[in-house]
């Protein structure tokens, strides 16, 4: 089972941990990630400006070089899951975008929408199924109690991003429970951490932060999870000692991967 995959810039810079084990775990399950040959950066942020278009270029070509490689497009951040699954979005409902966006990139074959793109727990959930992932778990976390963090890009625009319910999400916990830990629901599971303001006002995305972890570890959670790079940037520099990791992490930890062991850090946890 191979699928066409986007990692973005971040998972080749800072996140290098969440594109490494996200790999390797997927290998362990049978599928292939086959990394695009000439991706490009998503944009960073969607913009919602109608005369913008320059910005959603790169994510029109990562689309189409998935469709003309036969594939569904399979992503790992949140931020570049948002940008490129709106930008399909776009391109599928708005006739002028996809006007001009075609007309920009001058493709061979040009690009309507056809990509169908999917976050790696998307394909956890609905391709190998968490059933199948907890047989494939040899070391799980039996007793931890683990915090879902999912945040703002993973589950909205709702009626765009299709993951999950966006205000009373299952996805991550349903995760947890494939590979043995006890999820923990909390308040501010689904809030924003501030990842986004963090240059233009420190102290209220150090703010931000520091609630959503007070929240997980009030709840009773030895650690948080999430699929965002800004995320986890964000809430180890702001919270409150609470362990942050990439879900990729547990998973192949859980999956026996050589090398990836996050074990030894949550005995020592709350």
């Not at 999400?169 to 501010?188: C, N, Q, T």
């Not at 809430?235 to 992490?249: A, D, I």
Request: aromatic residues 8%; contains cysteine; hydrophobic residues 40%.
């Amino acid at each position: 089972m191979t699928f066409s995959y986007y990692p973005g810039c971040t998972l080749k810079t800072k996140a290098k941990e969440l594109d490494r084990c996200g790999r390797l775990a997927m290998e362990k399950l049978g599928v292939t990630l086959e990394e695009l040959k000439e991706w490009q950066c998503c944009g960073g942020a969607y913009s919602t400006a109608k005369d913008e278009i320059a910005t959603k270029l790169s994510s029109v070509r990562a689309l189409a070089d998935a469709r003309d490689n036969g594939r569904d497009l399979v992503t790992l951040c949140s931020a570049c899951h948002n940008v490129i699954k709106q930008v399909n979005h776009e391109i599928r409902t708005n006739p002028d975008m996809d006007l001009r966006a075609n007309n920009y990139l001058a493709l061979e074959t040009p690009y309507h929408g056809e990509t169908k793109v999917l976050h790696y727990l998307e394909v956890l959930r609905d391709v190998v199924g968490f059933d199948r992932v907890a047989a494939a778990v040899s070391a799980p976390f039996t007793g931890k109690k683990i915090g879902a963090y999912y945040g703002c890009l993973l589950l909205r625009p709702s009626a765009v991003m299709g993951t999950d319910n966006a205000e009373n999400p299952s996805l991550l916990e349903d995760f947890l429970r494939a590979i043995g830990a006890e999820p923990v629901v909390y308040p501010l599971r689904n809030e924003c951490c501030g990842g986004y303001v963090t240059l233009e006002d420190p102290e209220f995305a150090r703010g931000k932060a520091a609630r959503v972890l007070d929240s997980a570890s009030g709840a009773g959670a030895s650690c948080v999870v999430t699929a965002c790079p800004l995320c986890l940037y964000n809430l180890k520099k702001s919270g409150n000692g609470l362990p942050v990791f990439y879900f990729t992490e547990l998973l192949a930890g859980a999956l026996g991967v050589p090398g990836v062991n996050v074990s030894a850090v949550l005995e020592g946890a709350a």
